[in-house]
């Protein structure tokens, strides 16, 4: 079947703006992660949902990021008033039950402050 | 949150030589530690995981060991190959559905021939 989708692949926004990444996860899959990985960095870990909610959303780096996931399935990340610090790859993974399970990654949202 | 931390950053090897990265996690209440490879403009990919039940586990030329004890937990890559070349990122959670998977910040392997 299909694997997790990102949308858009790319992105570049000027400073200020808005924007909205979207991450389609494997059917099936209750478990769903947000990432930011910066030029050969790490895997900063956003936010975790379980279903619909968000029992760990600790890493979300400031007010100005926020995650909603609706049905169970399609989750979307918003960055109010990007900043260019904001510019990195954003990775959204899925497993079947929890973190206990492999996570599959989608390819990324590249996206670029300007 | 569970804090991990992977050393080390970067690790060069010669092809056929062995590689061994190492994890330490903070919460003793993680019970699956996973590792992941990612290829140079590819998304990351489970390898091998291990759950706090067992002390060791192979697949092929990899390994990974536990020792929940001490908090800490190895990648060994034996004979290595160029293909081999890559980033590793290790990850500790504690298994249950209110848990994120958190991971360590990743080991560039560079396996020259």
């Known amino acids: 079947g299909a694997g997790v989708s990102q949308s858009p692949s790319n992105k570049v926004t000027e400073k200020g703006k808005d924007v909205e990444l979207r991450c389609d996860p494997i059917?099936?899959?209750?478990?769903l992660y947000w990432y930011r990985q910066s030029l050969g960095q790490g895997l900063e870990f956003l936010i975790y949902f379980q279903g619909n909610s968000a029992p760990d959303k600790s890493g979300l780096p400031s007010d100005r990021f926020s995650a909603e996931r609706t049905g169970g399935s399609v989750s979307t990340l918003t960055i109010q008033r990007t900043q260019q610090e904001d510019s990195a790859v954003y990775l959204c993974?899925?497993?079947?039950?929890?973190?206990?399970?492999?996570?599959?990654f989608g390819q990324g949202t590249r996206l670029t402050v300007v | 949150g569970e804090n991990v931390e992977q050393h080390p950053s970067t690790l060069s090897v010669q092809e056929g030589d062995s590689a061994v990265i190492k994890c330490t996690y903070s919460?003793?209440?993680?019970?699956?530690f996973p590792w992941y490879k990612q290829e140079l403009g590819k998304r990351p990919q489970l390898i091998i995981d291990i759950r706090s039940n067992v002390g060791e586990k192979k697949d092929q030329r990899i390994a990974v060991t536990l020792n929940k004890t001490a908090k800490h937990f190895s990648l060994h890559i034996t004979e290595t190959q160029p293909e081999d070349s890559a980033v590793y990122f290790c990850a500790a959670s504690k298994g249950n559905s209110g848990y994120a998977l958190n991971f360590g910040k990743g080991t560039s392997l560079l396996v020259t021939p």
């Open positions: 059917s099936g899959h209750t478990a």
């Open positions: 919460d003793s209440a993680s019970n699956y």
């Open positions: 993974a899925s497993s079947y039950t929890g973190a206990n399970t492999e996570a599959f």
